[in-house]
């Protein structure tokens, strides 16, 4: 006789969580939901996940429940308004892009609660969280506990490859190292694309001469098609990225790093930003560039 795996939960549920819920629907999981956006949330009802009131709601129908919010300060304000939901036996697993120090704080406040609290921060697009093929970097989750197994089914679902880091922040400040980088081959990508243009070459060519060439990037794979066609199409949002620039920008002061590139990366999108671009998709950085 099979048994039915335990619900789901999901609060938040943009781009990357309404591809969470798409990827455990298609799995078989009875997934149970909440966003403050009406709208996305009758879209992920759509698909089959079942819309609750509140965020207090998931709580009390799910033991598990993945976060996919904007900020860390979002996910502060709402564990704290679902204090009352909270119970030992939960299991969060946190896979917002957010500050490290401010994650460090809350999983130590939820672990004091007997809530089990994971990073699991993505690296990859919407859409290739659809299929299972993104890569995640995690952190604070103890393999010896009773709840790994389900935990561990769901990394599994969601990612073809997973790191694990350590402690309750390491998956947040590795993630910016990420998002740095990947953040600044697109920049790269769309400099050399309207130079190429500028130089009188089309950018369809050039993009596929320099996919056979050594200055090849997964970028290129992911984001050159939709640069040359401007096909903004959102998987991820220019206006996010940006924020994740702001917060790598912070970090870099923090802990005494410099990143001069990435302080000229965040101008470039703001530029993309200012021009109307922020919910299309980080590929529309380009557009930074081809105004002037």
Known sequence: ??????????????????????RLIQNGFQVVGFDVDQQK???????????????????????TILLSLPTSQVVREVIDQAESALRVGHTIIDMTTGDPDEMVVLGQQLQNRHVKYTEATI????????????????AGIDREEPGWPLVDSLL???????FYLGEIGAASRFKLVHNLMI???????AEGLTFGEALGFD????????????????V?????????????????????????????IEMA???????????LHRELLEDAERLGFGDADNSAIIEAFRKE
């Open 1 to 22: 006789m099979s048994v039915e795996p335990q619900p789901v939960g999901i609060i938040g549920l943009g781009l990357v969580g309404s591809a969470l819920a798409g």
């Open 41 to 63: 949330q009758a879209e992920a009802v759509d698909q089959g996940l079942q819309g609750c009131v509140d965020a207090n709601g998931v709580f009390d129908i799910c033991e």
């Open 123 to 138: 690296a990859g697009s919407s859409s290739q969280l659809r299929e299972g093929e993104v890569v995640l970097f995690v």
């Open 156 to 162: 599994q679902l969601f990612g073809s490859r997973i």
């Open 183 to 189: 953040g600044l081959h697109r920049a790269v990508l």
């Open 203 to 218: 950018a369809s060519s050039t993009l596929e001469v320099l996919r056979q060439s050594p200055a090849w990037s997964g």
């Open 220 to 248: 290129m794979e992911t984001k050159g098609k939709k640069m040359v066609l401007a096909d903004y199409a959102p998987q991820a949002r220019l206006s996010q990225h940006l924020k994740d620039v702001r917060l790598i």
């Open 253 to 263: 002061s923090r802990s005494g790093a410099s990143t001069p590139l990435s302080s």
